[in-house]
């Protein structure tokens, strides 16, 4: 039977260990992978292709609310995800399953529910606190908006995302790599398929996403 890898994504050393003792009890011992910051888990993520599952911090250093969530989901659209928040109003819940998660663990949760939750996940199924993401219909609005930015390339997730960060378009080229009139077409880009003007409309486009979410 081949060995599970799962990459704990949490920027609190003692949390990480909480999960790292969950999953040792679980019926497949797994290979566990950890990441302190948001980029530490986009590169674990990208250097383990075979990876079964990424547990993901909301709150993660490098990222801003549900934009991390949104830029891993495009970039490794193959990988299961599982948020895990201390922000577990059903808002959050319910933003984060529709965002594309695979479940959601509330760091409230006893060892078992983790392990639960975990292997749910493993198994195929999807995973939320007990009726927390069914409260209350959404807003149409960001119903459109969740559609919107679920149009973006990866890369343009992800050049949104440093958006939000308050990254200047050199910074970001940069950062991936790019020449800047790269990132000035992906800026164009995003800012038609969410049908705003500027950077800044665009980033508060993304705040209505991300309100939900208590840092």
């Not at 909301?58 to 949104?70: E, H, K, Q």
């Not at 577990?88 to 695979?102: H, K, M, P």
């Not at 993401?133 to 459109?144: G, N, W």
Request: proline share 4%; with cysteine; net charge negative.
């Amino acid at each position: 039977m081949q060995t599970l890898k799962i990459i704990i994504a949490d920027d609190h050393p003692l949390f990480r260990g909480a999960l790292r003792q969950a999953l040792s009890d679980i019926a497949r011992q797994p290979d566990i992978i950890e990441a302190g910051t948001f980029e530490a888990a986009r590169r674990m993520a990208g250097d383990h292709p075979d990876a079964d599952l990424l547990l993901l911090d909301l709150a993660m250093p490098g990222v801003s609310g549900f934009s991390g969530l949104m830029s891993l989901r495009a970039e490794f659209c193959s990988l299961p995800i599982v948020i895990v928040s201390a922000s577990d109003d059903a808002a959050t819940v319910r933003r984060a399953l529709e965002l594309g998660a695979s479940g959601f663990i509330s760091k409230s949760s006893g060892l078992d529910d983790i392990r639960t939750a975990i292997e749910t996940v493993l198994n195929g199924g999807l995973w939320a606190p007990e009726g927390l993401a069914r409260e209350a219909e959404e807003d149409p609005a960001v119903v459109e908006l969740k559609e919107r930015l679920r149009t973006l390339t990866p890369q343009q997730s992800r050049v949104l995302s440093m958006l939000a960060e308050g990254l200047l378009n050199k910074q970001i080229a940069y950062e991936l790599g790019v020449s800047e009139a790269t990132i000035k077409a992906h800026v164009s880009a995003i800012l038609m398929k969410l049908n705003v003007d500027s950077r800044t409309q665009a980033v508060i486009k993304l705040g209505k996403v991300n309100m939900a979410l208590v840092a």
